[in-house]
Structures are given as C-alpha cells and as structure tokens.
Nanobody, 129 residues
C-alpha cells in the first residue's frame, strides 16, 4: 500500500523559511509525477509546484505557481525517496495545509495524469505577520 507522509509544517514569522518533506512508504521507485498542493480555509486547493515528466523526451520539469515562483523550490532526494519543498520569504498568504501528491506515468500517453492517485495527510504551515 503506497502512502505519502508530509512533515515539516510549522508556525513562522513573515519572511521566514521552512522545508517540507514528503516521504513515500510502500513504493521503492522514484516518482516521476509528483506535486505539492496547498489549501487555506475557505479557499480552493491550488498546486504550488508540479514535477511533470514526458516519456518521449525522458525529461522532467518542475512548474511553479506564479504566487510562489522564485520563493519555493521543489527538490527530490532519490537515494532516500524523499521530496522536499523549500519555502523562503514566507508571507501570511502562504498559510495553508500543504499536501504532496504523486502518481505513475500514464502508460498510454507517456505523461503524468491530471489527477493524482496518492496523497499525503497534509502538514500545516502558519505564517504570522
């Protein structure tokens, strides 16, 4: 059974930094399709960083939401099967529950699916002004 587990959420002051981690249990490979989402109370869930793979070129790119570009960086530690989201210059608008999500490359299309099958339970990030 595949499980994703986030950690690293905390309460910080505006301008601070945090590093979130997403660990996978039950799957020994490295995700080619993986994303970080966040959801604040009363707001829709939004993707903040998305690893997108294309089998035809065997390349993966990470795309960021405009609101976090230049401040957030997604990385992966393949040896330890851990994905990270490095967040800097945090503002109160970044306060939310952060989720990691992952899935396998679609066999027919060779691309990442639009919906993810595996989700973590979320980790809370609170940024105070």
């Amino acid at each position: 059974q595949v499980q994703l587990v986030e950690s690293g959420g905390d309460s910080v002051q505006a301008g601070g930094s945090l590093k979130l981690s997403c660990t996978t249990n039950g799957y020994s490979g490295n995700w080619k399709c993986m994303a970080w989402f966040r959801q604040a109370p009363g707001k829709p869930r939004e993707v903040v960083a998305q690893l997108d793979y294309q089998r035809t070129t065997n390349t993966a790119t990470t795309n960021y939401a405009a609101s976090v570009k230049g401040r957030f960086t997604a990385s992966q530690d393949n040896a330890n099967k851990v994905h990270h989201l490095h967040m800097t210059n945090l503002s109160p608008d970044d306060s939310a529950t952060y989720y990691c999500a992952a899935d396998f490359v679609n066999y027919e299309s060779g691309r990442c699916p639009k919906e993810y099958s595996y989700w973590g339970q979320g980790t809370q990030v609170t940024v105070s002004s």
